[in-house]
């Protein structure tokens, strides 16, 4: 599958963002250097207080407040994201070919938030229907999100959402990456996004299945690895990318953050909610084997880590079979330090790491006060960030329930 | 309630859907669509704020009589009188 032609290789020429404590790339790159944070408490109905990664980003820049207000969170975080990809990739899109531009975005779940603040609301009058409001379809719909993108772009070409649990934002790269080849379009704007922090449902389901997570300190809560991790910490956020071919990107002379050369996506086939290590590593190995590469040519792997007991010891058990002889290949985790994104994980979390093309940093996990044995891998980063002689390849891994899986791989593009 | 009240509370409406109407220039006895960003959603919001507010039921045959300012504040009058 290794791609040469130009026509055929795709590149990332634009990233836009909103996650917990930053709200464009360079900001957030230096909080995940300097091993800050991004959680905080948030005051949730029926659960009281919990830790979240919230965004704070300036919601009207490109939009609004009436269209916030009439939209969904997903929407105005999804809209933000977007303006900032499309403007990092100096594109202009008013002279360009709108219907030739299509809008993938990669969800967990959407609608939680909208049905249960309508529930909600219903029971203040006697559940009498005649309350419900009439902008619950609208925003409800499950391209709801990427709809709500292409209405503030002026963006006519194809928009849908992936669903793909917490794999979606690769899954959505991966739409984006296959429509340029098949030229459905010339432009993929396409990333992750996540309300989920607004769903008290989505807390309340994790604390039932004993994973979501607690610590009396917020900022410690997020602890993928660590022997006393409890939990997932949920954070909202959007990562939204503009991918083009490299022949257009070329044409226009834009700045290149990377090139997608592998990807892989597969499943478990055997249960809702528990990972398998074995089928990680088979994707893992896919994304290699499509990328032309092996093992050792992987400078950071960005585990998917969210912080529970038996995920935590799967993944690493398949990185371990995977980069069992890489002493130059790093592994990190992006979740310590801005929680559980959902969809807009995989977006974030690679996101986070590309920036390691240029500056040679490989960013830290925090949190890890006591390695469980079981998580214990090859040069995983930890504390403080590591200066490597150059980064030339991530490997970011993505998975999610019902037992789906996905790798992306990114390469420091050259010629 | 007075004319005057529910024409208060008919802006206070509007300026709650959008913050950044200009309703100081607002014509009473133009339609409000031609005047504020306002469509059939927003229109339905003023509705539903009304039902939630009043209890009123505003069928939906009657829609057209609230296309402006003074429109609505004539049909609403004696619906509201009581209030």
């Not at chain 1, 709108?98 to 990669?106: C, K, L, P």
């Not at chain 2, 005047?35 to 009304?50: G, H, P, R, Y």
Request: proline content about 4%; charged content about 25%.
């Amino acid at each position: 599958m290794k791609e040469s032609r130009p026509s055929q290789r795709i590149v990332i020429t634009g990233v836009g963002l909103a996650a917990p404590g930053a709200d464009n790339l360079a900001d957030f790159r230096h909080n995940l250097l300097a091993g800050l944070s991004g959680i905080r408490l948030m005051e949730h109905r029926y659960i009281g207080k919990v830790p979240a990664g919230l965004c704070d980003f300036p919601e009207t820049k490109y939009r609004k407040r009436k269209d916030n207000k009439r939209g969904t969170r997903a929407g105005c975080l999804g809209v933000y994201a977007a303006h900032e990809a499309v403007a990092d990739a100096g594109l202009n899109l008013a002279a360009s070919d709108r219907s030739r531009v299509g809008v993938y975005v990669g969800l967990t779940e959407h609608g939680n938030v909208e049905t249960e603040n309508e529930v909600y609301n219903l029971g203040q009058f006697d559940n009498n229907v005649d309350f419900w409001s009439h902008h619950h379809n609208p925003r409800t719909v499950l391209n709801n999100p990427a709809g709500e993108i292409t209405m503030s772009l002026d963006i006519t070409g194809p928009h849908y959402s992936v669903g793909a649990a917490c794999a979606a934002g690769n899954a959505a790269l991966i739409q984006g990456l296959q429509m340029l080849r098949l030229h459905d379009v010339d432009l993929a704007l396409c990333g992750g996004i996540s309300e989920s922090t607004g769903s008290f449902g989505v807390f309340a389901s994790f604390k039932a299945q004993g994973a979501l997570a607690s610590h009396p300190d917020p900022r410690q809560a997020s602890r993928p690895f660590d022997r006393g991790r409890n939990g997932i910490v949920i954070a909202e956020g959007a990562c939204l990318y503009t991918l083009e071919r490299l022949d257009d990107a070329l044409a226009r002379g834009v700045k290149i953050h990377g090139e997608i050369i592998g990807y892989a996506m597969n499943s478990d086939a055997r249960d809702f909610v528990l990972p398998y290590w074995p089928r990680q590593a088979e994707c893992m190995r896919l994304a290699l084997s499509r990328a032309g590469l092996v093992a050792q040519d992987i400078d950071i792997v960005n585990s998917h880590a969210t912080g529970t007991r038996q995920g935590d010891i799967e993944e690493c058990h398949a990185l371990r079979e995977v980069f069992a002889d890489c002493p130059r290949t790093y592994i990190n985790n992006t979740k310590s330090l801005i929680g559980h994104a959902m969809g807009a994980a995989g977006g974030l979390e690679l996101a986070g790491n590309l920036p390691a093309f240029t500056d040679r940093l490989v960013h830290p996990t925090i949190n890890i006060d006591d390695l469980d044995p079981a998580c214990s891998l090859p040069n995983l980063v930890r504390d403080r960030a590591v200066e490597t002689n150059g980064v030339k390849v991530i490997l970011n891994n993505s998975f999610g329930m019902l037992g789906i899986n996905s790798v992306v791989i990114v390469g420091k593009y050259q010629q | 309630m007075t004319p005057e009240a529910i024409k208060a509370v008919i802006l206070e409406i509007i300026q709650d859907i959008d913050e950044d109407a200009d309703l100081a220039t607002l014509k009473g006895e133009l339609p409000l669509r031609d005047q504020l960003d306002l469509d059939s959603m927003d229109f339905l919001d003023i509705v539903m704020e009304l039902r939630k507010r009043y209890k009123l039921q505003v069928p939906e045959e009657d829609y057209p009589k609230l296309a402006s300012l003074d429109s609505t504040v004539a049909y609403l009058t004696p619906r509201l009188k009581d209030l």
